[in-house]
């Protein structure tokens, strides 16, 4: 009890941590809150030394709700330290909630534009969407809908730790008239100081529509619509929690340009259905009012010019087409160049099968939409069968398989085919729904030898980086980000407890000048040397042909640096395997230019059907002809970084504790291979 009064409270929270950072699956080197539901990082501030990281909380469940701002600090972006919740959501006099607390950001309001604080202690400011859960009029007058999303802002004058919200709440009350209709989807508020204007500067999510509005205020207070931007590329889901930063192009001065990075849910790569959460970026211009996106940078999604077109649709019946109609599909045609099997409303059931052709393409390209019903392998073809998919059949058995995004846009996709060259299969359109969003729409299928176009720059293309969001108070062109370390696909039920969910390593960003375009490069940004307290064990090979490695190396806890030549085949290193069915494999494919993450049988992947995938992040040799892969390894998680930083994958994995032997593969011929393997040490102890 004595003891108690004079250990600091921060000494007390770092004991509790030390005892209870251990549990299966817990982050050592990345941050997790010690109990309880986590999502995106908010208001990440670099204040007096201090780098503040904020993150949608649940303070009472497991799961999302009650949604509040937690806060934990750090000094070195590795070790930190959880404090107490900052926003808390508002309830009314029963306890019912009011208002909760969604994503934005925060700034260092020093020269007190906002009349906070007092001139000793100019106040940091939060500004966030209040995301109101009750028809009310607030104490000040304002009037609010059930579901309305508004801006907020709240002060902290003892550097974060308690915050008050601002009387006059919100600052904004809803979107500017003509999107009036979205009041409930308008959300995420980055905000910044731009010196060339000596402005304020917001970027804020009209999520449905795809658009990012642009504000701009001397106070914080008072906010005047400037602009807009969108939509652009990626636009398969919501737009969430926007960013927009400067950064120098290869470090030259005078050689600015800005990055707009935008949350995308779901619609991301990853995810089979593109049922996941992602990030993508647009490099442009902007001059204090406008983005403007480089041209280069904006993509219109045409499936390649030489494809060979296998159906348009353009006859008057299915039969017509060459396709066999069963059910209500019978006697029935297309529609507008697409299969929409609306005939009978929702209720409409049937198939249509192609001919039989011989697969000689690297991939089938289709326009597929609505709705989300997937192929299911137990129930396929039995009366049970409530699939909206598209189905490849080679040799009697589903090999590709897709379905639509329930509401989702008709939009192009592909299947790699390159493995079933030479054999016979058909494709079969199957509509066996017949509840809300028991359709499906199909447009044109096409055989081509090239892949489709990039849709979007991803800055992650592993599937577990969400909602990333960049550090303010850092040099105008120092730019730290942090991402959810998770996916609203499977969020809720990774198999963790007390806690549920992580935060991404600390990542510097930087734009590179690759292949005559500026791409964004990350690296780790934290102090990852503090953590290595052993040698590493490091190897060189001259050549690695057609053999699997065992390390003489164990562990869950690694920076790992492997650089290799490759000439054929795959090449790569399973960590957390047993050497028998358990492994997250990690490599490099020179046939398709991509490293990529397969966690098919990293441990638990059956909590959802979601979770377990093969994730490829496009990456070129480098000039000397070399690859390298930088993987952190953590408890549940591995990081890849290629090359300098230009591609990512993130992929959290729940593998059994026993298992932790490396071993590296080759199914082909790498060369001058070295590797590097170094243990890393807990953060939490
Ligand atoms: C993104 C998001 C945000 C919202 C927050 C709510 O993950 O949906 O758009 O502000 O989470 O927790």
Not at 210 to 218: E, F, G, R, V
Not at 621 to 635: A, T
Request: charge should be negative; glycine fraction near 8%.
């Amino acid at each position: 009890m004595l003891l108690r009064g004079v250990i600091a409270s921060s000494a007390l929270a770092a004991m509790a941590a030390a005892e209870s950072y251990k549990e299966t699956y817990r982050p050592q080197f990345h941050f997790s809150p010690e109990k309880n539901w986590m999502n995106d990082p908010n208001g990440l501030l670099y204040h007096d030394g201090v780098y503040h990281l904020f993150y949608q909380y649940n303070y009472g469940g497991i799961t999302w709700g009650n949604m509040s701002w937690g806060h934990a600090t750090s000094k070195d972006l590795t070790h930190w330290e959880q404090l107490p919740i900052a926003i808390k959501a508002n309830e009314d006099a029963s306890g019912a909630l009011t208002e909760m607390i969604y994503s934005g950001s925060a700034v260092f309001d020093s020269k007190r534009s906002s009349g906070f604080g007092s001139k000793s202690k100019p106040p940091l400011v939060a500004v966030y969407t209040s995301n109101y859960e009750q028809d009310i009029t607030l104490a000040n007058g304002k009037a609010v809908l059930n579901g309305q999303e508004s801006q907020s802002i709240a002060f902290s004058t003892d550097n974060g730790l308690t915050w008050t919200q601002y009387a006059e709440n919100p600052v904004i009350h809803e979107p500017p008239s003509q999107y009036a209709d979205q009041y409930q989807q308008f959300r995420d508020p980055f905000v910044f100081w731009h010196a060339e204007t000596t402005k304020w500067v917001m970027v804020v999510s009209l999520a449905d529509l795809h658009k990012l509005l642009i504000y701009t205020s001397s106070d914080l207070k008072d906010w005047t619509n400037v602009s807009e931007f969108g939509p652009v590329n990626a636009v398969g889901g919501q737009w969430e929690c926007p960013n927009l930063f400067p950064l120098l192009v290869d470090g030259k001065r005078n050689a600015e340009k800005w990055v707009m990075m935008i949350g995308i849910n779901p619609g991301g790569p990853a995810v089979p259905y593109r049922l996941g959460s992602a990030t993508q970026y647009v490099v442009g211009g902007f001059n204090g009012t406008h983005f403007t996106a480089d041209s280069n940078n904006v993509y219109e999604q045409e499936p390649p010019s030489n494809s060979e077109v296998f159906a348009d649709w353009s006859q008057s019946t299915f039969a017509a087409a060459g396709w066999t109609a069963t059910g209500d599909l019978v006697g029935q045609g297309p529609e507008d160049g697409t299969v929409l099997t609306l005939q009978d409303g929702d209720a409409t059931v049937g198939t249509l099968t192609s001919p039989t052709f011989r697969i000689s393409s690297n991939y089938v390209i289709y326009q597929f939409g609505c709705c989300y019903n997937p192929y299911n392998a137990t129930t396929y073809g039995t009366a049970s069968d409530t699939e909206t998919a598209m189905n490849l059949v080679v040799n009697g058995a589903v090999v590709r398989t897709t379905t639509g995004v329930s509401g989702g846009d008709v939009i192009w996709e592909q299947w790699d085919t390159s493995d079933l060259i030479g054999k016979s299969g058909y494709i079969e359109i199957v509509d066996k729904s017949t509840g809300g969003y028991g359709h499906l729409q199909v447009g044109q299928i096409l055989f081509s030898n090239s892949s489709l176009p990039p849709e979007a720059n991803w800055v992650d293309h592993g599937p577990d980086y969400y909602a990333a969001a960049t550090y303010n108070g850092l040099s105008t062109y120092e730019r730290v980000s942090v991402g959810w370390m998770s996916s609203w696909a499977y969020g809720a039920e990774i198999p963790t407890t007390p806690w549920r969910s992580a935060m991404s390593v600390p990542r510097l960003m930087t734009l590179k000048t690759i292949s005559g375009a500026a791409k964004l490069v990350q690296q780790p940004q934290m102090n990852l040397a503090s953590l290595e307290k052993t040698k590493p064990y490091s190897k060189t090979w001259s050549n690695l042909s057609k053999q699997n490695v065992t390390l003489p190396v164990t562990g869950k806890l690694f920076d790992i640096t492997l650089q290799f030549t490759p000439v054929s085949g795959k090449f790569g290193i399973d960590v957390r395997t047993d050497g028998k069915t358990q492994r997250t494999s990690i490599g490099y494919d020179p046939a398709k230019a991509t490293m990529f993450v397969d966690r098919q049988a990293s441990g638990d992947v059956e909590f959802s059907t979601s979770f377990p995938g093969v994730y490829y992040g496009p990456l070129s040799k480098q000039k000397d002809g070399s690859v390298k892969l930088r993987i952190l390894l953590d408890w549940s998680s591995v990081e890849v970084f290629g090359n300098v930083g230009e591609s990512v994958i993130t992929a959290q994995i729940f593998p059994s504790s026993a298992d932790t032997k490396l071993a590296l593969f080759s199914t082909g011929t790498a060369k001058n291979v070295s590797l590097k393997v170094t243990p890393v040490t807990s953060a939490w102890v």
